[in-house]
């Protein structure tokens, strides 16, 4: 079921042949503290007169899944002073807040993050087919809805608890000498520290060896090293508190809605939280158009919802690919910082607490039990070969899919018919429950070859065409 919480890395079977042939098929109709002196690569921990041990300084920016999980592998390495920085301690980031069963049992997280064990999904395609999938399910098995607030807060709270310092501060820009590269020169970050009870931060900065980006899809510390654009969706959601009997419907049940009126390339979703649901949409190529779409995600969940009041509303940058470089010196990114969001899912939660605790094992070898900094060359050949190595084929796969199925009203309707099948749910919720996919039988992917052509046949001749939209301004941001 999943890893102990310091196992090695176990190599994700993925599977591609289901995936590619249908893609294939498809795409005939569619898209320290001091300054050190000595070489990089060899330093031996220093003691001063008093014996105070001096070590090397490692500051994690951002509190989230993917900063809590870097940090508390760098705190748990006694010889690394390890500093993470979160602005914002309560923290509602706008998120679907779902996470695979994996997660639970890798991460060592109790079961009390999780608000609503989701085991039915209910697919509603453009002209209102519905597909309730969920049937393959074990009695054990189940998608977890989280409230981001309070698992980010759990993680965070553990890597304290190993040694991370915690500053609550806003990291405002980062000083990157010249030779960051080919010497020890340190970083110098600054930032606005809060203290409870105002709202005004207090100017201060702080010397730190190396720096990991954990810090979101618009990373102060990605713009600081210059890790290049990269196209982002804009997510938004808002929580609405329904009547409990309505809430019953939503006890083990999220919602999918596909269709142009609610995202020309993404989804319209109903999440259950806690004590409400999360109703939300995203888009990239027509974000100026996202209230419209929110609007019309209200109004297909239609009377489900109804009666509701809206308790918060979010929005939020979804990034839709890796950053051109995630590797900068002794400076990396983890986490939406990277750019580790799945197309066609739009999820990033479980990669960024991956990642975090990747980049953070690596780095932790590299330094030797804090004896020395490591080299750019050495965090990319570590880090990012074995996260691209792992996940890379997800990535890709995904994107295909998206573009695939996405993109109009026919492939839409085909993409919901399609998930009536069983093998195809089965292979699905194992690709995100257990992220990777087991039980792959050539014929059945053969089968699933004619149902594809026959489901983007049926799906193109009755659907409705596409609404058409223009933003020229805007398109002009993407890339």
């Known amino acids: 079921l999943s890893q102990p919480i310091f196992n090695k890395e176990s190599k994700m079977k993925f599977t591609l042949a289901t995936l590619s042939t249908l893609a294939t098929a498809a795409s005939a109709f569619t898209p320290s503290s001091f300054v050190q002196t000595t070489p990089v690569a060899h330093r031996a ?32 390495e006694k010889n690394i002073d390890t500093v993470m920085f979160e602005r914002k301690l309560d923290n509602a980031k706008p998120c679907g807040g779902a996470i695979p069963l994996c997660m639970v049992g890798e991460f060592d997280m109790p079961e009390t993050v999780v608000d609503r064990k989701v085991r039915k999904m209910n697919l509603i395609s453009p002209t209102g087919v519905e597909v309730n999938i969920g049937d393959t399910l074990q009695p054990d098995e189940y998608i977890g809805m989280c409230r981001r607030e309070i698992m980010d807060k759990f993680l965070r709270d553990r890597a304290i608890e190993y040694g991370a310092e915690c500053v609550n501060g806003l ?11 080919s010497s020890e020169s340190q970083y110098t970050i600054n930032y606005q520290a809060y203290v409870e009870g105002s709202s005004a931060g207090v ?3 702080m010397n730190v060896d190396l720096i990991v980006g954990a810090d979101g899809a618009n990373s102060r510390v990605a713009k600081a090293m210059d890790a290049g654009a990269y196209n982002f969706a804009i997510a938004f959601q808002e929580r609405i508190k329904i009547p409990d009997e309505k809430m019953e419907f939503y006890e083990e049940m999220a919602e999918m809605y596909v269709g142009d009126d609610v995202s020309p390339d993404f ?23 996202i209230k419209q779409y929110q609007k019309a995600i209200r109004d297909r969940a239609g009377d489900k919802i109804a009666g509701g009041k809206i308790i918060k509303v979010e929005a939020h940058p979804i990034p839709e690919h890796y950053r051109p470089r995630r590797v900068q010196g002794r400076i990396a990114l983890v ?46 050949e570590t880090y990012l ?26 492939a839409r309707e085909a993409f919901v018919e399609l998930c009536n099948s069983k093998y195809v749910q089965q292979v699905t919720f194992d690709s995100y429950l257990y992220k990777r996919v087991q039980g792959n039988n050539p014929l059945d992917d053969l089968k699933l070859l004619g149902e594809t052509i026959g489901c983007l046949v049926k799906g193109y001749s009755t659907a409705k065409p596409d609404a058409e939209f223009s933003n020229p301004v805007e398109s002009l941001k993407r890339i």
């Not at 041990?53 to 900063?67: F, I, L």
């Not at 990157?176 to 590269?181: F, G, L, R, S, V």
């Not at 109703?279 to 990239?284: A, F, L, Q, S, W």
Request: hydrophobic share 35%; net charge neutral.
């Open 171 to 181: 990291v405002t820009s980062i000083d990157i000498p010249a030779d960051h590269k």
């Open 267 to 289: 989804y319209g979703w109903v999440f259950p939280k806690y004590d409400h649901v999360g109703v939300g949409t995203g888009t990239v190529v027509n974000r100026p158009a």
């Open 335 to 380: 986490g939406d910082a990277a750019g580790y969001v799945t197309k066609c899912s739009g999820e990033g939660i479980y990669f960024a607490a991956k990642s975090g605790r990747m980049a953070a094992e690596e780095i932790v070898a590299l330094m030797k039990n804090g004896s020395r900094l490591p080299t750019q060359a050495e965090i990319e």
């Open 203 to 205: 100017a201060k900065s």
């Open 385 to 410: 070969k074995k996260y691209d190595g792992l996940y890379g084929p997800t990535y890709t796969v995904l994107d295909i899919l998206q573009k695939v199925f996405y993109t109009n009203n026919g």
């Open 45 to 76: 921990v220093a003691e001063s007169s008093t014996g105070l041990c001096m070590k090397y300084k490692v500051a994690v920016v951002g509190g989230g899944p993917s900063g809590a999980c870097a940090a508390e592998i760098f705190a748990q």
